[in-house]
């Protein structure tokens, strides 16, 4: 993989640290930051492993289509998944990009946090990650002064998550990932747009909805609790999502065909 996006780091020095660079990510640290990678690397200071991500000059976007195309070489697979979730880093103090109080899994609460949107590939060969975007709240896009103290380029709109998830989906199929689905929880569930967005590329999904999220399976419009509660006992099978942390992780699972209708995003 080093060999691949060697080309991308346009001096020789952060060329080579980024080889050091992923085999402490990958070496099973007790704790992963540049200190301990460059410990790891046996180098005397952070300096150059944090001048990596900082500001060396190398192209991010680049690297994170090579990194598309080596998983594709290795997991590639028509019937795989793309997933797409959230997730929070605690932050201090109020200069970190996107950093505000807001909701992140990480610690199950509102936090002072700054919250990335990520794209995964699930195949039955493994799974890895493959895009990345950071979700800037309105407190940061409303604020040129603090955008621009920051280096977040001066273009740069709000995006809600699903938004930026509807963008890196279809980067990803657009670049030939092969995928048959794509999943994602009820942050995601809950936008028409990315249903609709799916539902023109013909592309199956599950995505999770609240309770009382509207659906209209032919006669009349019900919230999908409603409809749960409608269905026989016969109509529900029990399956396993996968092992987790305390066994195998069961949800019952039943099928409702329902009308497609693009222009109103059906769930």
């Known amino acids: 993989m080093v060999g691949r996006i060697a080309c991308r780091f346009v001096r020789v020095e952060p060329r080579r640290r980024v080889g050091l660079f992923l085999l402490g990510l990958l070496a099973g640290l007790p704790r992963v930051n540049c200190w301990t990678i460059a410990e790891h690397a046996g180098e005397v200071s952070p300096d150059g492993m944090q001048n990596l991500p900082s500001r060396a000059a190398w192209d991010a976007d680049a690297v994170r289509d090579d990194l598309g195309d080596y998983v594709v070489d290795h997991l590639g697979d028509p019937g795989a998944g793309l997933v797409v979730d959230e997730t929070g880093d605690l932050k201090k103090g109020a200069h970190t990009v996107g950093v505000q109080r807001q909701y992140t899994g990480t610690a199950g609460r509102i936090e002072n946090a700054q919250v990335g949107v990520y794209l995964v590939y699930a195949a039955a060969g493994g799974h890895a990650f493959l895009d990345r975007a950071l979700y800037l709240p309105k407190s940061w896009t ?16 709000f995006a809600t998550k699903p938004a930026l998830a509807r963008e890196m989906i279809g980067r990803a199929l657009d670049a030939g990932v092969p995928a048959a689905w794509v999943a994602g929880d009820e942050v995601y569930g809950a936008d028409s747009k990315l249903r609709i967005a799916l539902q023109e590329r013909r592309t199956g999904y599950v995505l999770a909805v609240a309770c009382d999220h509207q659906i209209t399976p032919g006669a009349g419009k019900h919230s999908a609790k409603t409809l749960a509660r409608r269905l026989p006992a016969r109509a529900w099978n029990r399956l396993s999502a996968g092992i987790g942390a305390k066994g195998h992780r069961w949800y019952d699972w039943a099928l409702i065909d329902i009308p497609v209708d693009v222009a109103g995003g059906q769930a």
Do not use: I, N, Y
């Not at 280096?151 to 740069?156: A, S």
């Open 142 to 157: 409303t604020d040129a002064d603090r955008c621009r103290a920051a280096g977040v380029p001066g273009d740069t709109r």
